[in-house]
Structure formats: structure tokens, C-alpha cells
């Protein structure tokens, strides 16, 4: 690989040039990182919700984009949606093999960061400190 970190296609297989802004497995990661898309996968990593249940499982998030998150991690292969025909119909999502196969490292990166949290209300610096970090993100004084 003489072109530092990016992989060529017949370099590597299946493998895409991903530093590359027309590479098209950008797209699934900016969908999987996005501020959303994260939260998706980590809520449907043990079962499949309805629309309403994923929406409640996620504070914060709008049906607006909660919508256009599952869409587009549907369309990336990532997310299967089953619609039952019912009045109103009734719209379950959950993981693909693929989804849970990419989800799993981010379901091992939420676990890390939550064990090594202090208690809730501890303030950035608190947990910095307690660490051991704080030293190394302040600078000398004069």
C-alpha cells in the first residue's frame, strides 16, 4: 500500500478508496456517525421497535429526523423495516446482519464510555480529573 492510508480496490478486494469524497462507503459512515444515526443502532441492537417505541427510546430526536435517519440507514443496507398491514399500519424496524455487525463496535464504544463515567452530575472536568487527564489538557502557566 504506497498511497499511506487509503485502500484501492485491487489492493484490498471489496475495500473501497474511502478518503475519497465520491467513494460511496462514505456515505454509509456520515449515515451510521451522524447525531443520530448512532443512537438508532445502539436502540436496535436487541430487538426491533415500532416507530413510536424508537422515538421514545432516543430523547431529543424529531420524528422529522428520526424518519430521515431510518431511511437512510434502510437504503445503506443497515436497517430492515417490515410494514403490517393494519389501520394505522404498523411499521417495525430493527438490525440487518450487516447493521449488527456495524453496530457492535458502537455498542462496545457506548459501554466503555459509560462504565468509565463517575456518577451523573459530574461535570467534564470532574471525570477529566479523575482520570488522570486533566494534567495533560492544561497548559503552563507563566
Given at each position: 500500500m504506497g498511497d499511506g492510508a487509503q485502500v484501492t480496490q485491487a489492493e484490498a478486494g471489496n475495500?473501497?478508496?474511502?478518503?475519497?469524497?465520491?467513494?460511496?462507503?462514505?456515505?454509509?459512515v456520515d449515515h451510521v456517525t451522524s447525531k443520530w444515526g448512532i443512537w438508532v443502532l445502539i436502540s436496535l441492537r436487541s430487538n426491533g421497535l415500532r416507530f413510536y417505541e424508537l422515538r421514545d427510546?432516543?430523547?431529543?430526536?424529531s420524528e422529522k429526523m428520526l424518519a430521515q435517519t431510518l431511511r437512510a440507514l434502510v437504503q445503506d443496507g443497515l436497517v430492515w423495516r417490515e410494514v403490517e398491514p393494519t389501520t394505522p399500519p404498523q411499521v417495525t424496524y430493527g438490525l440487518t446482519e450487516f447493521g449488527q455487525d456495524v453496530g457492535e463496535p458502537l455498542t462496545?464504544?457506548?459501554?466503555r464510555i459509560t462504565q468509565r463515567l463517575p456518577s451523573s452530575g459530574t461535570s467534564a472536568a470532574?471525570?477529566?480529573s479523575a482520570t488522570g487527564q486533566a494534567k495533560?489538557?492544561?497548559?503552563?502557566?507563566?
Open positions: 475495500r473501497y478508496e474511502v478518503f475519497h469524497t465520491d467513494c460511496p462507503a462514505r456515505d454509509v427510546s432516543i430523547q431529543g430526536i462496545d464504544l457506548f459501554d470532574e471525570r477529566l495533560q489538557l492544561t497548559t503552563p502557566g507563566p
